[in-house]
């Protein structure tokens, strides 16, 4: 029997206690719990990206992290990402057409958040890399490289 737990973590900037169970993943309480349902739901085997957030900064895929471990920890999904930086990157994706079902548009905004706040140049193999852990099976990555492109030679907002 699994047992429940009360943990409190900061989501998007403000404080949240939620209970969790057992093994119970992060993505399943930011999306059933917190109702954030920007995380989506992919593979559940932490392999498509497209339930990327970021904990304490760094890019995570939330269906593979257990969500009692993130007690007392910084989380932030796409729905809390609206500094410049981020803005200007969905702007981007948009302007370039990288979009086309957009189910792996959160995930991938997520990750090249937390990428760009840590490097602010990067080249093309840069970010291809990247991506690498963001599976998209519409755009073929090469608008959302351009995107990217875009917004370093732009150079990127302050956050």
């Known amino acids: 029997m699994a047992t429940t737990e009360s943990i409190t973590a900061t989501v998007n900037g403000r404080v949240e206690t939620f209970d969790v169970s057992g093994l119970e993943s992060l993505m399943d309480v930011l999306r059933d719990t917190l109702h954030l349902s920007g995380t989506k739901e992919g593979c559940r085997e932490g392999e498509c990206g497209a339930c990327t957030v970021l904990l304490d900064g760094k890019p995570i895929n939330s269906c593979a992290y257990i969500a009692r471990a993130a007690a007392g920890r910084e989380i932030e999904t796409i729905e809390g990402l609206q500094d410049a930086l981020s803005l200007r990157i969905k702007q981007a994706i948009v302007e370039a057409s990288g979009i086309q079902c957009g189910y792996c548009t959160p995930g991938i905004v997520v990750m090249?958040?937390?990428?760009?706040?840590?490097?602010?140049?990067?080249?093309?193999?840069?970010?291809?890399?990247?991506?690498?852990?963001?599976?998209?099976?519409?755009?073929?990555?090469?608008?959302?490289?351009?995107?990217?492109?875009?917004?370093?030679?732009?150079?990127?907002?302050?956050?």
């Open 112 to 159: 090249l958040s937390a990428f760009l706040r840590r490097i602010e140049a990067p080249d093309e193999a840069l970010i291809r890399e990247a991506l690498s852990g963001n599976i998209c099976r519409c755009t073929g990555y090469s608008q959302i490289v351009d995107a990217v492109l875009r917004v370093v030679h732009e150079g990127a907002p302050a956050a």
